[in-house]
Protein backbone atom coordinates (compact mmCIF):
# COMPACT_ATOMS: atom_id res chain seq x y z
CA UNK A 1 0.00 0.00 0.00
CA UNK A 2 2.10 2.95 -1.10
CA UNK A 3 -0.48 5.59 -1.37
CA UNK A 4 0.21 6.61 2.43
CA UNK A 5 4.16 6.98 1.45
CA UNK A 6 4.49 11.17 0.96
CA UNK A 7 7.03 11.21 -1.61
CA UNK A 8 8.98 14.16 0.29
CA UNK A 9 9.36 11.81 3.22
CA UNK A 10 10.80 9.22 0.37
CA UNK A 11 13.17 11.91 -0.59
CA UNK A 12 13.60 12.79 2.94
CA UNK A 13 14.39 8.81 3.80
CA UNK A 14 17.00 8.67 0.89
CA UNK A 15 19.12 11.73 1.74
CA UNK A 16 20.49 9.93 4.47
CA UNK A 17 21.32 6.75 2.45
CA UNK A 18 25.02 7.90 1.86
CA UNK A 19 26.47 6.49 -1.56
CA UNK A 20 29.56 7.11 -3.49
CA UNK A 21 29.80 9.26 -6.00
CA UNK A 22 30.36 8.25 -9.70
CA UNK A 23 30.25 9.37 -13.18
CA UNK A 24 28.47 7.24 -15.71
CA UNK A 25 29.29 7.80 -19.70
CA UNK A 26 28.70 6.62 -22.80
CA UNK A 27 29.77 7.77 -26.78
CA UNK A 28 26.83 7.52 -29.14
CA UNK A 29 27.49 5.29 -31.90
CA UNK A 30 28.02 9.19 -34.14
CA UNK A 31 30.90 10.00 -31.76
CA UNK A 32 28.53 12.21 -29.26
CA UNK A 33 29.72 11.71 -25.13
CA UNK A 34 27.26 11.89 -22.91
CA UNK A 35 27.96 12.00 -18.99
CA UNK A 36 26.25 12.04 -15.59
CA UNK A 37 26.63 12.39 -12.00
CA UNK A 38 25.15 9.55 -10.11
CA UNK A 39 24.97 8.06 -6.82
CA UNK A 40 22.43 4.80 -7.91
CA UNK A 41 24.59 2.51 -8.47
CA UNK A 42 25.19 -1.58 -7.36
CA UNK A 43 27.37 -4.32 -7.98
CA UNK A 44 24.95 -7.12 -8.76
CA UNK A 45 26.95 -10.30 -9.84
CA UNK A 46 30.52 -11.17 -9.70
CA UNK A 47 30.24 -13.90 -12.00
CA UNK A 48 29.63 -13.15 -14.32
CA UNK A 49 30.57 -9.71 -13.71
CA UNK A 50 27.66 -7.29 -13.91
CA UNK A 51 26.37 -4.38 -11.76
CA UNK A 52 23.53 -1.86 -11.97
CA UNK A 53 23.04 1.46 -11.93
CA UNK A 54 19.49 4.04 -11.91
CA UNK A 55 18.84 6.56 -14.40
CA UNK A 56 16.47 9.25 -14.83
CA UNK A 57 14.44 8.32 -18.21
CA UNK A 58 14.12 11.93 -18.87
CA UNK A 59 18.15 12.69 -18.84
CA UNK A 60 20.39 12.80 -21.51
CA UNK A 61 22.36 10.16 -20.57
CA UNK A 62 19.34 7.69 -20.47
CA UNK A 63 18.89 8.28 -24.13
CA UNK A 64 22.31 8.14 -24.51
CA UNK A 65 23.12 4.76 -22.76
CA UNK A 66 20.42 3.08 -24.55
CA UNK A 67 20.93 3.77 -28.11
CA UNK A 68 24.74 2.93 -27.12
CA UNK A 69 24.78 -0.04 -25.56
CA UNK A 70 27.28 0.94 -23.42
CA UNK A 71 28.54 3.02 -20.43
CA UNK A 72 31.61 3.21 -18.35
CA UNK A 73 30.99 3.86 -14.51
CA UNK A 74 34.04 5.80 -13.00
CA UNK A 75 34.11 6.20 -8.85
CA UNK A 76 35.09 9.42 -7.96
CA UNK A 77 37.54 10.22 -5.19
CA UNK A 78 37.40 13.24 -2.69
CA UNK A 79 39.50 15.56 -5.19
CA UNK A 80 36.61 15.00 -7.91
CA UNK A 81 33.72 16.66 -6.04
CA UNK A 82 34.19 19.78 -8.96
CA UNK A 83 33.68 17.13 -11.39
CA UNK A 84 30.77 15.57 -9.89
CA UNK A 85 29.13 18.76 -9.59
CA UNK A 86 30.33 19.74 -13.23
CA UNK A 87 28.25 16.57 -14.47
CA UNK A 88 25.28 16.85 -12.53
CA UNK A 89 23.87 20.18 -13.91
CA UNK A 90 20.92 19.22 -16.48
CA UNK A 91 21.07 22.87 -18.00
CA UNK A 92 24.80 22.14 -19.08
CA UNK A 93 25.31 22.09 -22.73
CA UNK A 94 26.35 18.30 -23.49
CA UNK A 95 29.58 19.46 -25.67
CA UNK A 96 30.99 21.13 -22.36
CA UNK A 97 30.64 18.54 -19.69
CA UNK A 98 33.44 16.99 -21.15
CA UNK A 99 35.44 19.80 -20.21
CA UNK A 100 35.88 18.72 -16.61
CA UNK A 101 38.44 15.99 -16.11
CA UNK A 102 41.15 14.13 -17.98
CA UNK A 103 39.33 11.44 -20.13
CA UNK A 104 40.86 8.47 -22.22
CA UNK A 105 38.43 6.20 -24.47
CA UNK A 106 37.76 2.34 -22.83
CA UNK A 107 37.46 -0.68 -24.51
CA UNK A 108 33.97 -0.12 -25.46
CA UNK A 109 34.20 3.55 -26.48
CA UNK A 110 32.91 4.69 -23.69
CA UNK A 111 34.66 7.67 -21.92
CA UNK A 112 37.05 6.42 -19.03
CA UNK A 113 37.98 9.31 -16.03
CA UNK A 114 42.02 8.96 -15.23
CA UNK A 115 41.56 10.02 -11.88
CA UNK A 116 38.59 7.52 -11.19
CA UNK A 117 39.80 5.37 -8.40
CA UNK A 118 38.01 2.24 -10.62
CA UNK A 119 36.17 2.46 -13.76
CA UNK A 120 34.50 0.05 -14.62
CA UNK A 121 33.04 -0.67 -18.57
CA UNK A 122 30.19 -1.82 -19.06
CA UNK A 123 28.01 -3.66 -22.26
CA UNK A 124 24.23 -3.01 -21.64
CA UNK A 125 22.26 -6.04 -21.27
CA UNK A 126 19.18 -5.04 -19.90
CA UNK A 127 16.76 -2.02 -18.93
CA UNK A 128 13.87 -2.07 -16.88
CA UNK A 129 12.15 1.13 -16.18
CA UNK A 130 9.96 1.94 -13.03
CA UNK A 131 8.40 4.80 -12.42
CA UNK A 132 10.68 7.53 -13.50
CA UNK A 133 13.53 5.97 -13.22
CA UNK A 134 15.08 2.95 -15.17
CA UNK A 135 17.57 -0.05 -14.02
CA UNK A 136 20.48 -0.48 -16.38
CA UNK A 137 22.11 -3.33 -15.89
CA UNK A 138 25.72 -3.68 -17.23
CA UNK A 139 27.93 -6.64 -18.12
CA UNK A 140 31.83 -5.40 -17.11
CA UNK A 141 34.72 -6.45 -19.37
CA UNK A 142 36.92 -4.39 -18.23
CA UNK A 143 37.94 -2.67 -14.95
CA UNK A 144 40.60 0.41 -14.64
CA UNK A 145 41.94 0.45 -11.13
CA UNK A 146 43.18 4.10 -10.15
CA UNK A 147 45.55 4.70 -7.45
CA UNK A 148 44.32 4.22 -4.03
CA UNK A 149 42.76 7.56 -2.86
CA UNK A 150 39.57 8.41 -0.83
CA UNK A 151 36.05 8.27 -2.44
CA UNK A 152 33.94 11.00 -2.68
CA UNK A 153 30.91 10.51 -0.44
CA UNK A 154 27.32 12.27 -0.61
CA UNK A 155 24.53 12.51 1.97
CA UNK A 156 22.46 14.92 3.23
CA UNK A 157 22.31 16.87 0.39
CA UNK A 158 26.32 17.64 0.79
CA UNK A 159 29.81 15.92 -0.66
CA UNK A 160 32.10 14.31 1.76
CA UNK A 161 35.23 12.45 3.05
CA UNK A 162 34.87 8.59 4.18
CA UNK A 163 36.28 8.63 8.05
CA UNK A 164 36.70 4.88 9.94
CA UNK A 165 34.82 4.41 12.70
CA UNK A 166 36.10 2.57 15.95
CA UNK A 167 33.82 -0.17 16.28
CA UNK A 168 35.35 -1.29 19.23
CA UNK A 169 35.61 1.58 21.21
CA UNK A 170 31.85 2.06 20.40
CA UNK A 171 30.87 -1.11 21.21
CA UNK A 172 32.28 -0.44 24.69
CA UNK A 173 31.12 3.06 25.31
CA UNK A 174 27.60 1.61 24.16
C1 LIG B 1 25.03 13.56 -5.92
C2 LIG B 1 24.10 13.35 -7.09
C3 LIG B 1 23.67 12.06 -7.38
C4 LIG B 1 22.83 11.83 -8.48
N1 LIG B 1 22.44 10.54 -8.75
C5 LIG B 1 21.70 10.30 -9.86
C6 LIG B 1 21.37 8.96 -10.22
O1 LIG B 1 21.75 8.00 -9.57
N2 LIG B 1 20.63 8.76 -11.36
C7 LIG B 1 20.19 9.83 -12.13
O2 LIG B 1 19.51 9.60 -13.15
N3 LIG B 1 20.49 11.11 -11.81
C8 LIG B 1 21.24 11.37 -10.71
N4 LIG B 1 21.58 12.65 -10.38
C9 LIG B 1 21.09 13.75 -11.24
C10 LIG B 1 21.87 13.89 -12.56
O3 LIG B 1 23.27 14.02 -12.33
C11 LIG B 1 21.37 15.15 -13.31
O4 LIG B 1 19.98 15.05 -13.53
C12 LIG B 1 22.08 15.42 -14.61
O5 LIG B 1 21.93 16.80 -14.89
C13 LIG B 1 21.57 14.70 -15.83
O6 LIG B 1 22.39 15.07 -16.92
P1 LIG B 1 22.06 14.71 -18.43
O7 LIG B 1 20.67 15.22 -18.75
O8 LIG B 1 23.13 15.41 -19.23
O9 LIG B 1 22.13 13.22 -18.59
C14 LIG B 1 22.39 12.92 -9.29
C15 LIG B 1 22.82 14.22 -8.97
C16 LIG B 1 23.67 14.43 -7.88
C17 LIG B 1 24.14 15.83 -7.57
Not at 30 to 45: H, I, M, N, Y
Request: net charge negative; hydrophobic share 40%; glycine share 10%.
Amino acid sequence: MDQNVDPQRFKEGMRRLGASVCLITTRRPDGERFGLTATAVCSLSAAPPTLLCCLNTSSRSFEAVSSAGVFCVNVLSEADAGVAHHFASGDRPVAEKFQAGRWREGPTGAPMLETAIAAFDCTLEQAVEVGTHAIMIGRVGEIGLGASAQPLLYVQGGYGRFTAADAEATLAAG
